[in-house]
């Protein structure tokens, strides 16, 4: 999945064209990449990553809920095979 990506899925719904296919995707990559720069944030920062003071913390927190909220990635990739006949 590549980041433009997010730029098809608002464009067919901007057209009104259905786009669960895309929308999965499009779930699946943010959901996966926010984690991701979290985790790697808090890698850089270190200990300090861990602290209340940069917020990164909270951020990781709210990446990893946001995961389950919007469906984990299982299912996302489950409707995506779904979606390609897979």
């Known amino acids: 999945m590549k980041p433009n ?24 990559f943010i959901s996966e990449a926010w984690v991701e720069l979290c985790i790697k944030a808090m890698e850089v920062h270190g ?8 917020e990164i913390e909270r951020e990781l ?10 469906g984990t990635s299982e299912i996302q990739r489950t409707v995506i095979a779904k979606f390609m006949g897979v």
Request: charged fraction near 20%; charge should be positive.
């Open 61 to 70: 927190r709210d990446a990893m809920g946001s995961k389950f909220y919007s």
């Open 47 to 54: 200990g300090n990553g861990y602290m209340t003071e940069l």
């Open 5 to 28: 990506s997010v730029h098809v899925m608002a464009w067919m719904k901007k057209q009104r064209k259905i786009a669960f296919l895309e929308a999965a995707m499009t779930n699946l």
